[in-house]
């Protein structure tokens, strides 16, 4: 478990900036869930935190450590992706073991790590299977397996559930908030869907066009929005 800050991050795209300072303090094991259009800058905050993108201005601090310019692999964070690529040649356990074989973790630990998570995400059938032998949900979490068996200090989500159909998203959802309050993982969540946004978040944070223009519970969002542009937004449909 760790504390993730941004303090007054801003990014730039050759001369044009497109988030223009946020601030973001997270405690530990808290689920924060940035909300907003598309085109607002999430996935490019997201990005920034996962050190794929680097920083144009300001700091990312995990547990009170900048990591501006730590390397991806070195920051104790694992992301899953809205299109998470699972490896078509590779079983559901090569898949979750993959990360761990790269970085060298002894082959009795991978098997302990990979049977821990296949139980927690109801995997354990299909270990042997291939990806294309599995159904969205089940392929979903062997995106999450693969994420969670590396015991990362930090869970970064960019829409993880945009390729699920709409039931399947609703169950999704709450088995991710029921896993991510079993293991405490400090999590930064991202979607355009205001509703999964209130049904996941301890805190929210509403972006507009590279800025958080609001960030509280759900419930402090929902009846004193901020701005009109949050109003407007967590008031419209899905
Ligand atoms: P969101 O995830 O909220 O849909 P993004 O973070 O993907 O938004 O994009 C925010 C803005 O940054 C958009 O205007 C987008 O066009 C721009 N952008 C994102 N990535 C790049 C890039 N690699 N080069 C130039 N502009 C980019
Ligand atoms: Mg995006």
Known sequence: MATLTLTSVKKSFGPTEVIHGVDIDIAEGEFIVIVGP???GKSTLLRMVAGLETVSGGT???DGRTVNDVEPMDRDIAMVFQNYALYPHMS???NMAYGLKIAKTPKAEIDARVAVAAKMLQLEPY???KPRELSGGQRQRVAMGRAIVRKPSVFLFDEPLSNLDAKLRVQMRLEI???QK???ITSLYVTHDQVEAMTLADRMIVMNAGRADQIGTPLDVYENPATEFVAGFIGSPA
């Open 182 to 184: 079993e293991l405490g």
């Open 60 to 62: 990312i601090a995990i």
């Open 38 to 40: 598309s085109g607002c």
């Open 92 to 94: 559901v356990f090569e």
């Open 127 to 129: 270990l042997q299977r």
């Open 177 to 179: 908030k029921a896993l």
